[in-house]
């Protein structure tokens, strides 16, 4: 039976539209869109007083599987993303096994089509189990369904074997995506380094273990012309890197998490979710970082999900692995910390869940005919209260836990069907 989506408010930044429209669906596609459409017979959702936008893309999440299912699955993951609004998602590739072969890629699509509430894309990886070395079997991934590839948990090791990943991909039209961290700078460090790591005793990490290891790759890419997309981007130097390569008409990009423009190192005491890589930064790195949301120096908006089981956040600080959730969280933290404060518009908010990531990615995500039935229904009113131990992940290493928010995920869905409703 068709879907109807009445009367929301349609706001597509790819389409630059803005008003009170229906959208018919039809299997898994859109079949139309238009003012006070008529249907004889379909499922009519009521989205009055809502914002219906084009299906959010995640490019950056951690479902844990295969091989440590413990802290997350894809069934799990993808359930806690339909619920943040997400249509699909980005897996990462440091999983056990690493995401380095087509068969490890075909699994994780495999199990995805079996149990999956949204898309999953999986990632690659760039070198052979993620260690600096080999070329990983880049063209075979992406015959099997990657979408990108990355060292992510890592950086790309050497400028040389970035040098390779990139014109390698160059020619296959993929991506490259790097967690940027000078290891040699970050060894031993906890959170960012500062006047909060002296006081509360902990080894810090410099920002400049980020953007020396940003400019690296920055400086590869004009090499190369290759197409470079910065992760979880989270320092000032490193946005001004990425500034100065868009201004040359280089293809790179970069993405923000929410935390990163919601929480700084002064947020941080002894709890481990709290803990994070790039660690949280300091007031100015935010605020620069907001900047670069506002005014499109910054492309997507990305929530790094690592979920980690409970035990092994239950320890010391030092001890404990870097991650937190993010699913769940990332639509409402952009509301309350962007939107409702008149830092950016609503439309740029949109933007940067839905085209700001297809256009990484090399896709479109828009409301049109013949466009695949995937749609995200918000409320920028709903106030609700976030609590952890209800989330759909596995696991609950959130610093959210107990926040209360306006503005929420109502509806998530992909290929015409209602995988969420609130």
Request: glycine share 8%.
């Amino acid at each position: 039976m068709p879907l109807l989506v009445r009367n929301g408010r349609v706001l597509d930044p790819a389409g630059k539209t803005d008003a009170l429209l229906d959208v018919l669906i039809e299997g898994d596609r859109i079949l139309r869109v238009g003012a006070d459409l008529r249907v004889n017979s379909a499922e009519v959702f009521d989205a009055s007083g809502l914002i219906v936008a084009p299906g959010f893309v995640d490019l950056h999440c951690h479902l844990r599987e295969p091989g440590q299912e413990l802290s997350e699955t894809i069934e799990t993951g993808t359930r806690a993303a339909a619920r943040g609004g997400f249509t699909a998602v980005c897996c990462m590739p440091n999983t056990q096994p690493v995401n380095d072969n087509a068969s490890v890629t075909r699994s994780i699509i495999e199990r995805a089509a079996a149990s999956a509430s949204v898309r999953v894309w999986p990632v690659g990886a760039a070198s052979i189990g993620s260690k600096g070395g080999a070329l990983a079997e880049i063209s075979a991934m992406k015959a099997a369904g990657a979408v990108a590839v990355s060292d992510d948990g890592k950086p790309i090791a050497t400028a040389r074997l970035m040098r390779q990943v990139m014109e390698y991909c160059d020619s296959l039209g993929l991506p490259v995506i790097d967690h940027c961290e000078e290891l040699s700078l970050s060894a031993g460090g906890v959170m960012r380094e500062g006047p909060q790591s002296v006081r509360l005793g902990l080894e810090g990490i410099p920002a400049q273990s980020e953007s020396v290891c940003v400019a690296r790759d920055v400086e590869t890419a004009l090499l190369t012309g290759a197409r470079l997309h910065i992760a979880h981007l989270s320092t000032l130097r490193s946005l001004e890197y990425v500034r100065w390569a868009k201004q040359r008409g280089l293809r790179v990009t970069c993405e923000v998490t929410p935390h990163h423009f919601t929480l700084t190192d002064q947020d941080v005491g002894y709890d481990t979710n709290y803990k994070m890589n790039p660690p949280l930064a300091s007031r100015d790195d935010r605020h620069a970082l907001i900047q670069g949301l506002a005014d499109a120096s910054v492309d997507a908006i990305a929530t790094d999900h690592a979920p980690h089981h409970p035990a092994s956040k239950d320890v010391e600080f030092d001890r404990a692995p870097f991650g937190i959730t993010g699913f769940e969280t990332a639509l409402s933290l952009g509301l309350s910390e962007l939107v409702h404060t008149g830092k950016i518009p609503l439309m740029r908010l949109v933007e940067l869940f839905t085209a700001g990531p297809a256009r990484v990615l090399g896709i479109e995500r828009k409301i049109a005919a013949g466009q695949p039935a995937d749609l995200t229904v918000f409320s920028t009113t709903h106030e609700w209260t976030f609590r952890a131990a209800q989330s759909a992940s596995k696991s609950r290493n959130t610093p959210f836990d107990g926040r209360s928010f306006r503005g929420a995920p109502m509806a998530t869905i992909v290929r015409g069907r209602i995988v969420f409703r609130r």
